[in-house]
Every structure is written in structure tokens, then in C-alpha cells.
């Protein structure tokens, strides 16, 4: 593995110390001499760790956002690991021979691929259409058992050292295979998943989705090993060591939402660790009327109260530092009880900003007040977005449901929903009006917020409403 300093991460070095600084968050690490030669070496290049120790610390650099890991050239043909690609399959005959049809233009020795199409059911020429294109075709064992229980029944016929895991409304790039299998030389990489793009543009959903759709991870790679986190890989583009794949019971069969949530999580409960790459991408078929697209996130908000009681040890987090919290608050209540909250949160900023330079400066941190205070109020806009986004995902029918009661409250969800959908907006930068967008945005969130409680009520198990509340990070380490 070769590791990489990140481009926006700065070197100070003044009056005998030297710290890295990051500025989203604004985060600094004090370097001492090995860490600081490690450092400079790592910024002028990709480097390979010269041990098992400073292995270990260029991994905790690329944990804390410092780094970057770059990927190892893909092994010689020869030792390349077979792979067998499942694809489960309800009446999408269209779909899967264009499925089928991008597998057959992959870049990856065609003798080391076996394709295994799963029958879930079908009542059209799916299976057919698989047999055609030489694929091996194999029942579900039934009608409608869902997408985990036809994965289960696909990987106990693969002979492959891999799995491959691609759905049949989906096209795989020629370089799905080859841009994510060298990630297995890491021994410790139980599975990984790919790029997800959206394969239409014609509607305004088709649109929205490109930027927003819950199973593309985005443009930085993710690792995750030991924690409880959740963080996850979807299973629609999703490479798995089989034999780690079986020792942890593949999918759970009854799951028709939430599955690829659950098996990833198993996977790093065992102690492995899973990764994703902005890279091998497929392309989906996301469903593109609005009808469907609601109906759809309705149904993955309902697998938040299952999971919840497979995994009760992973839980929503939320840093909340005291000050900024009290600054949010004060600019909410600005719009009930007049502006003069407004000043107050900015001598508190100030004053916050203040404490943080006398505090650095005792630890020989060079940074200045306006460093300080603009990460603060970058800090501060982190906050206020997050929390807006978390109220509204969760909470917009019980905020209308009381502003409908006291009309003054409007604002409140009003906010979060421009707050909210207004950071996105810009950072997606979507083929959409800002109101189009908007539209959609709150569409989803209420969608899925209704189908997080629904699911909750079903299952008798609330704690997904539970969040667990961090105190502030430390700014200097």
C-alpha cells in the first residue's frame, strides 16, 4: 500500500514546532522529528511504508484525514483471483441482458470469471436470455424471496476466491473488476465496494439521483475495520472474499432492505475491515417517477429499526461542542424573540476563538486569531447543517405536525430544509433548479422519515431515534 499526504493539508513549521494542519476541520497534529521527516516525504509523493510501524502510523494519518491511500498496480494476470458474479433476477429481462452484455466486455481474464444468474421467480425470458449469454442459471428456490435469499443461493454454487455482487438493473464499467480487485493484497480487506452512477438523465429524479442517491459513497475512499460506526458498502457493487463471505452466513434471507447494511457491519464485527474506492464504477437504473422513488427510500428508512436490533452497539453520532451548540441556538431563537441573540453568539464566537489561540499558543501552535475564528465559523456552518439535516430526516411530519398548532414554529422546519437542502444544492452542484431540488430533497427526507418510523413501530424498537452526543473534538493533538 502507498500512502499519500492530501493536497489541501498544510506543513507549519515555526519556533521550533511543526504541526499538520487540516482546515475541514481545522485540526492540527504536533509532529515530532520521525513523524515530521515521515510527513514531508509523504507530501512530496506517494511512499511505501518502510515497516510494520510506520505502517501503522500512516494508516492513523489517513484515519484523521491527513492522508490518502493509493492503490498498488493490479497483480500479473496470472495472479489475478478468480471471481464468480452473482446477479439475482424478478422479471428484468431488458435489464439483464445489458447487464450481461457489460460483464462480457469486462477487462479481466474471461477464465477466471464465472456468472451466475439467480432466478428469483421469473415470468419472463430472463433465464433464458442468462443462458444465452453462457451464464450458469439457478433458482431461488421459490417466488419473490428477495435479493439477499437469491444472493445466498448464488454464492453457495461459486467456485470463485471472490465474489462479485452486481444487481440486474445495473451495467458494469470494462474496468469494474480490474480497478478493485489489487485492493485484496491487503490481507486485512474482507470486501469493497465500487462507484455507483446513475445511468439516466431524462427526468428530474434521474437528475437528482446522479448527485444524491443513497448507494453512491462518493468521490474520497473509506475505510472502515473495528468501531461502531455505520458505515457500509451496498450490495449492488460489492466484492467480497467468499470464504469470509460463508464464515459469517452470507446475507440474512428474510432481509429485502437493509441486507448489504448488515453484512458489512458482521464482516468488521468479525474484525475485518471493508473499504471503498471511488473507482470500478457501475452504472444504476434508479427508479426515475416520483412515485417510485418515494416509495423506495420509504422502504430503506424502514430497515433502520431491524438493524437497530441486529447491531444495538451501533448508534447515530453527533458532535456537539457546548459553545457552538449555545451559538446555533442563540441564531435559532433570533427569528422568535427578535435579533438581538445574533450579537451575543458572535461576541461567544469571538470569545470561543480567543480561548482556542491562548490555548494553542501555550502548545507552540502557529496559528492566528482569523485562522481560528473562520475554522470556527466553518465549524459552526458543519453543525448547523448536520443538525438541520438529522431534524428534518427524522423529524419533518412531527415539526409540521406542531407547527400546525403554533404557527410560529414554521420556521424552525422551514430552516432546516433550506439549510439543509441549500449546502447540498451547492456542493452536488445538481442539474436542477434550487427549487426542483429543494422539492425532491424534502420529498425523500419525508419518505424516508415515514418509513424509519413505521419501521420502528413495526419492529416495537425505537432506538433509532437515540443519538449518541460527542463532546467537542480536540483541535490540537
Not at 82 to 106: G, K, M, Q, T
Not at 209 to 234: I, N, Q
Not at 403 to 409: D, S, T
Not at 463 to 469: D, F, N, P
Amino acid at each position: 500500500m502507498k500512502y499519500r499526504m492530501l493536497p489541501e493539508i498544510e506543513l507549519l513549521e515555526r519556533d521550533g514546532g511543526s504541526f499538520l494542519m487540516a482546515k475541514t476541520p481545522l485540526t492540527l497534529l504536533r509532529l515530532n522529528a520521525p513523524l515530521l521527516a515521515l510527513a514531508r516525504r509523504a507530501m512530496a509523493g506517494p511512499i511505501s511504508a518502510a515497516g510494520a510501524a510506520e505502517e501503522k502510523v500512516l494508516e492513523q494519518l489517513a484515519l484523521k484525514g491527513f492522508a490518502e491511500r493509493l492503490q498498488e498496480a493490479a497483480p500479473a494476470q496470472a495472479a489475478l483471483p478468480s471471481i464468480s458474479i452473482v446477479i439475482p433476477v424478478l422479471d428484468r429481462e431488458e435489464e439483464l441482458e445489458r447487464c450481461l452484455a457489460s460483464i462480457a466486455r469486462l477487462d479481466y481474464p474471461g477464465d477466471k470469471i464465472q456468472v451466475i444468474v439467480v432466478d428469483d421467480g421469473c415470468r419472463d425470458g430472463s433465464a433464458q436470455v442468462a443462458r444465452n449469454r453462457g451464464a450458469l442459471v439457478v433458482s431461488s428456490g421459490g417466488v419473490r424471496r428477495g435479493p439477499a435469499a437469491a444472493r445466498n443461493v448464488g454464492a453457495a454454487r461459486a467456485s470463485g476466491e471472490l465474489l462479485a455482487f452486481i444487481d440486474s438493473d445495473c451495467s458494469a464499467s470494462t474496468g469494474w473488476l480490474a480497478q478493485l480487485v489489487p485492493i485484496f493484497g491487503d490481507t486485512r480487506i474482507a470486501a469493497v465496494g465500487g462507484m455507483v452512477d446513475g445511468m439516466c438523465s431524462a427526468s428530474g429524479v434521474d437528475r437528482y439521483e446522479a448527485v444524491m442517491s443513497s448507494l453512491s459513497l462518493g468521490s474520497r475512499e473509506r475505510f472502515g475495520g473495528s468501531g461502531d460506526d455505520t458505515f457500509y458498502l451496498p450490495s449492488c457493487n460489492l466484492l467480497v472474499r467468499r470464504a469470509l463471505f460463508l464464515a459469517v452466513n452470507g446475507f440474512v434471507d428474510s432481509m429485502h432492505v437493509g441486507e448489504d447494511v448488515d453484512l458489512t457491519w458482521r464482516l468488521r464485527d468479525a474484525g475485518w475491515t471493508i473499504a471503498y474506492l471511488p473507482a470500478g464504477n457501475i452504472l444504476h437504473e434508479h427508479r426515475s417517477s416520483l412515485r417510485s422513488f418515494m416509495s423506495r427510500r420509504f422502504d430503506y428508512g424502514t430497515s433502520e429499526g431491524m438493524l437497530q436490533k441486529l447491531h444495538p452497539q451501533r448508534r447515530k453520532r453527533f458532535v456537539l461542542p457546548p459553545l457552538l451548540g449555545l451559538v446555533a441556538a442563540l441564531c435559532l431563537l433570533a427569528p422568535f424573540c427578535g435579533w438581538w441573540p445574533v450579537p451575543v453568539a458572535a461576541a461567544l464566537l469571538l470569545g470561543d476563538a480567543s480561548v482556542y489561540r491562548l490555548r494553542l499558543a501555550r502548545r507552540g501552535a502557529p496559528l492566528g486569531l482569523s485562522a481560528i475564528l473562520a475554522g470556527r465559523l466553518r465549524a459552526l456552518g458543519g453543525l448547523c447543517y448536520y443538525l438541520s439535516y438529522h431534524l428534518l430526516r427524522y423529524y419533518a411530519l412531527a415539526m409540521a405536525g406542531l407547527a400546525l398548532v403554533l404557527p410560529v414554529l414554521w420556521a424552525l422546519p422551514v430552516a432546516c430544509l433550506l439549510i439543509s437542502a441549500g449546502v447540498d444544492y451547492r456542493i452536488k452542484k445538481p442539474r436542477l433548479s434550487p427549487l426542483a431540488f429543494t422539492g425532491i430533497y424534502l420529498l425523500e427526507q419525508v419518505a424516508y422519515g415515514a418509513g424509519v418510523f413505521w419501521g420502528c413501530l413495526r419492529g416495537r424498537e425505537f432506538a433509532s431515534y437515540r443519538v449518541t452526543v460527542l463532546s467537542r473534538m480536540e483541535l490540537a493533538a
